[in-house]
Structures are given as C-alpha cells and as structure tokens.
C-alpha cells in the first residue's frame, strides 16, 4: 500500500519564494497548492485541506497570521501547523504563536534545505499526535 503524500499549502506574495519553496517540496516528494495573498490562500487551504501551510507574515488581504487564525477557528483545519516566514529581526509574540497553531518561524532570507528539514520534522510531529490521520 503507498501512502498519499502529505499536501502543503506555501502563500507568499513574492513569486520567487513561492516557486523556491514549492520546487523544494515538490522534488522531495510532496504535494504543493500555492497562493500569493492570504484571501486566495484561505480559500484553497478550505478547498485542499493541506497538511501543513507555509506562509509569508506580511502580505496583502490577510497577513499570514490573520491567515492562522482564520484557519485555527475552521474545524477542518483546526490542527494543521504553520511556518511562518518572516522579514529578519521581526518577531512574533509567543502567545500568537501558541493561539495560532504556528510551530516554526524562519526568518528571509531562508535556506530552502531549512524549509524542507522543518516541513519533515513539523509532519512527523503532526503524525506523533493524530495518528490516525497517517492511516487515510
């Protein structure tokens, strides 16, 4: 039996992240929807359901962690983790973190290889704690 491969949402209003990221994902083997606004990213993520989103913090529409939020009060994608990639030396407060379901954050510029290491480490996580989501 193959398992499905996990399915990553990557928003970022810079097209050049986008398609990095994405291009890394996808040769380590995994299924990638993207978005380049927050809006456009929510409605895919209902639409999709990913496994995991990787998103920009500052983007139009709906910043990235406008975006968090909206998807932690969605029931379908109440436990789906996110990356935040954020402008260096820009913080966010730790209560934002924990309210919003954001377990990594990277600051730009990143290392696709640092992505990808902490998209198998966050998945793996992901399995640890529902694993009864692994056995669709």
């Known amino acids: ?3 499905t491969p ?8 810079e097209a ?6 994405a291009l890394k994902l996808r040769n380590a083997g995994y ?10 990213a929510l409605e895919l993520a209902i639409n999709e359901l ?3 989103v990787i998103t920009d913090l ?7 962690l406008q975006l968090c939020e909206k998807l932690r009060e969605t029931k379908e ?6 990356m935040m990639l954020t402008a260096r030396g820009y913080s966010i407060a730790e209560e934002d973190l924990a309210r919003t379901n954001i377990r990594a954050v990277l600051s730009k510029p990143f290392s696709p290889r640092e992505v990808l290491e902490r998209t ?10 529902f694993p009864e989501a692994d056995a669709a």
């Open 77 to 82: 994608l109440a436990h789906v983790p996110a």
């Open 50 to 52: 990913p496994d995991l």
């Open 31 to 40: 299924t990638v929807v993207t978005a380049s606004d927050g809006e456009e």
């Open 16 to 21: 050049h992240i986008v398609h990095v990221v």
């Open 120 to 129: 198998k480490t966050m998945l793996a996580e992901l399995i640890d704690e």
């Open 6 to 13: 996990a399915k990553i949402l990557v928003v970022d209003d």
């Open 1 to 3: 039996m193959t398992q």
């Open 58 to 64: 500052q983007m139009p529409y709906l910043s990235g």
